[in-house]
């Protein structure tokens, strides 16, 4: 069988599950302890700034306690190795992917690790807390960093180089997302029209499961290491 010339790979919360972060809607996921119209609008951020940045600092901290795992390395293996294109679009604001070494990465919903400044517009990288009296790194103003999130109501990043992608794909993967986030959730369909191959690897049944042609269950620690030895191979 000969292999796909371009593998489009979207991945979700799942698979940083098992390096320790919550995932969205799973038991004790983060929508379940926190109000996405408190946190995750833009409109929560001109309401209660504090509380929006409180939320983003948390999740920076258990960011920092994470590492990636057998997933995040196997994609960046198959990034590295694999002689045809293989695009990674992330719905995943963790760098985790990153420092697994993965040469590139989509962030279609933002980056934890940057902020941006509504006063001068640059984009800073950020580890720690911010508040709303940190000074912006390169404008010096206090009171106009924002998290580099796209939150609800808010275009994701890079959809035409995306949509491009998705265009060419001979195979797609979603690895760890529910499928209930659009744009995102919509690629498979994209994919599929464009012709495409389609996998869906979760551990568990998802709303998109019916829209694929073959399903990997399980943890994505053991799922997509196997698949990727198998494309290796
Ligand atoms: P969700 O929390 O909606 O879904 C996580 C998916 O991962 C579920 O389908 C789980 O079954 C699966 N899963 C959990 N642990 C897994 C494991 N160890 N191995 C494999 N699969 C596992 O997270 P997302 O789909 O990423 O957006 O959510 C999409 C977007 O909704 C997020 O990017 C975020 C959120 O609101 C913004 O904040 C803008």
């Given at each position: 069988?000969s292999?796909?010339?371009?593998i489009?790979?979207?991945?979700g919360a799942g698979?940083?599950?098992?390096?320790?972060?919550?995932?969205?809607?799973?038991?004790?996921g983060?929508w379940?302890g926190?109000?996405?119209?408190?946190?995750?609008?833009p409109?929560a951020?001109a309401?209660t700034?504090?509380l929006?940045h409180?939320?983003?600092?948390?999740r920076?901290?258990a960011?920092?306690?994470?590492?990636p795992?057998?997933a995040?390395?196997a994609?960046?293996?198959?990034?590295?190795?694999?002689?045809?294109?293989?695009?990674?679009?992330?719905?995943?604001?963790d760098?985790?992917h990153?420092?697994?070494?993965?040469?590139?990465?989509?962030?279609?919903?933002?980056?934890l690790?940057?902020?941006?400044?509504?006063?001068?517009?640059?984009?800073?990288?950020?580890?720690?807390?911010?508040s709303?009296?940190?000074?912006?790194?390169?404008?010096?103003q206090?009171g106009f960093?924002?998290?580099?999130?796209?939150?609800?109501?808010e275009?994701?990043?890079?959809?035409?180089?995306?949509?491009?992608?998705?265009q060419?794909?001979?195979?797609?993967?979603?690895?760890?997302?529910?499928g209930?986030?659009?744009p995102?959730?919509g690629?498979v369909?994209?994919?599929k029209?464009?012709?495409?191959?389609?996998i869906?690897?979760?551990?568990?049944?998802?709303e998109?499961s019916g829209?694929?042609d073959?399903h990997l269950?399980?943890?994505?620690t053991?799922?997509v290491?196997?698949?990727?030895?198998?494309?290796l191979a």
């Amino acid at each position: 069988m000969s292999k796909p010339s371009t593998i489009v790979i979207l991945t979700g919360a799942g698979i940083s599950a098992e390096s320790g972060l919550p995932t969205f809607r799973d038991v004790n996921g983060l929508w379940e302890g926190h109000r996405i119209e408190e946190v995750a609008t833009p409109e929560a951020f001109a309401r209660t700034p504090w509380l929006v940045h409180e939320f983003y600092n948390q999740r920076r901290a258990a960011l920092r306690k994470a590492e990636p795992n057998d997933a995040h390395y196997a994609i960046a293996r198959l990034q590295q190795s694999y002689p045809g294109e293989v695009v990674l679009v992330t719905q995943n604001v963790d760098d985790l992917h990153e420092q697994a070494e993965t040469p590139s990465v989509i962030h279609m919903h933002g980056e934890l690790r940057k902020v941006r400044c509504e006063n001068c517009w640059k984009v800073v990288r950020c580890g720690g807390d911010v508040s709303i009296d940190t000074p912006c790194p390169s404008c010096e103003q206090a009171g106009f960093l924002r998290p580099l999130i796209v939150w609800f109501g808010e275009a994701p990043f890079e959809m035409d180089r995306i949509e491009r992608t998705l265009q060419r794909a001979d195979l797609f993967v979603a690895i760890g997302t529910s499928g209930v986030v659009y744009p995102a959730a919509g690629f498979v369909r994209q994919a599929k029209l464009a012709g495409a191959e389609t996998i869906e690897i979760n551990n568990a049944v998802t709303e998109a499961s019916g829209h694929f042609d073959r399903h990997l269950t399980g943890p994505a620690t053991e799922q997509v290491p196997a698949w990727v030895a198998e494309l290796l191979a």
